[in-house]
């Protein structure tokens, strides 16, 4: 069993979440000699700066990625399909970033701070594939699980403002790009992206479904959190958009509670959680931000207050709520949440 020799691949070294996994796993004490780092074709016999030693970048190849015991796989569905099954079988243990597995009954689905006994199975046995969910899922779910736990939850509706990151290093670069053409009077020509981005906004640009009127980004939000939260009831919707944003995801959430609770209890419910920080100086006029996200392990809420449009009870107490959060989805939204995974097996 390959698990226990305390290697760790990492499948698509060289993208923006295989790269942000490098930088997570040797900040928690992962020495660059424990790594082993894969890449298509084009990159293989790079080296890759690990924590200021040089490594060998190789070709995706399933044996050789097989001698770890862990495997994190950055790369694409297509790749993840083809060699996430035969890795797990071989007796590695796969943590899958793709969307490939996420709806697979078979796969868990994973938040560490909300489902974390879902990897019971696949630790117990040694081997197996978990899948880390949507990053925009993924940022919501922090936010709202903690007072689904005290409260109950009925329904979400969220907005979200997408960082083009979420796109790849192909999607910044354009936007930086097309960010100096507007700047200098000329017309920004989107070549990644479906639209311009420079001083734009824009719908999600995942295939749109014509009978939902949902796009893929959107309805990933509403079927990922069933999963998650194992309650096939629970009323989701979503509204994705592309922001010109570098990184970091920021989201606009109204919950309707089962229960009615008081603007201190969500406070106080929210505060208490390490993996968030609440930023909500009214006084101040001081919110969550993507560039204050960027680069944090934390999820940012704030913006916290009953909805206006129901009424709440003559105490103050409602069971409908609006946050407005942010978060790294780099970090927390892919890189970070595959890591707590990857720990939670095999701790």
């Given amino acids: 069993m390959s698990e226990r020799n305390g290697l760790i691949s990492i499948v698509g ?11 997570i796993l040797t900040d928690r004490g992962v020495t660059p000699d424990r790594l082993r780092l894969f890449a298509s074709a084009r990159s293989a016999g790079k080296q890759a700066d690990v924590a200021g030693t040089p490594v060998e970048i190789r070709e995706t190849e399933v044996g050789a990625v097989g001698e770890a015991g862990l495997v994190y796989l950055a790369a694409s569905s297509g790749v993840a399909r ?11 243990f796969v943590v899958d970033n793709s969307s490939a597995f996420r709806m697979d009954p078979a796969t868990a689905l994973v938040v560490p701070e909300v489902n974390a006994e879902s990897v019971a199975g696949v630790r117990d046995s040694g081997r197996g594939l978990v899948a880390n969910p949507n990053c925009s899922t993924i ?8 007072l689904r ?27 930086e790009s097309q960010t100096r053409a507007v700047l200098q009077g000329e017309e920004p020509r989107p070549e990644v992206l479906s639209e311009p981005c420079a001083f734009n906004v824009f719908s999600h640009d995942s295939d749109m479904d014509p009978e939902t009127g949902r796009n893929v980004e959107e309805q990933k939000m509403i079927d990922e959190t069933r999963k998650i939260w194992g309650d096939p009831e629970v009323m989701v919707d979503a509204t994705c958009i592309r922001v010109p944003v570098l990184r ?31 930023m909500d100086d009214r006084a101040g006029n001081r919110f969550p931000t993507p560039r204050a996200a960027s680069g ?3 999820t940012l809420v704030g913006r916290i207050r009953p909805d206006a449009a129901q009424e709440s009870e003559p105490d103050g107490r409602s069971r409908h709520w609006h ?25």
């Fill in 323 to 347: 946050l407005f959060v942010s978060g790294d989805q780099i970090r927390k939204g892919a890189a970070l949440n595959a890591v707590q995974i990857g720990e939670l097996l095999t701790r």
């Fill in 149 to 175: 736990r005290r409260w109950g939850c009925e329904r979400i509706v969220a907005s979200t403002y997408q960082a083009v990151s979420g796109a790849g290093a192909a999607a910044m670069a354009e936007l």
């Fill in 296 to 298: 944090q392990d934390v």
């Fill in 82 to 92: 083809d060699i996430g099954p035969v890795l797990a079988e071989r007796g590695c």
């Fill in 248 to 278: 970091a995801h920021s989201e606009s959430i109204r919950v309707t509670l089962k229960e009615p609770a008081s603007l201190d209890e969500i406070r106080a419910e929210l505060e208490s959680k390490a993996w968030l920080r609440v």
């Fill in 13 to 23: 070294a060289t993208g923006v979440v295989g790269q942000e996994l490098i930088s």
């Fill in 139 to 146: 940022i919501m779910l922090v936010a709202v699980d903690p």
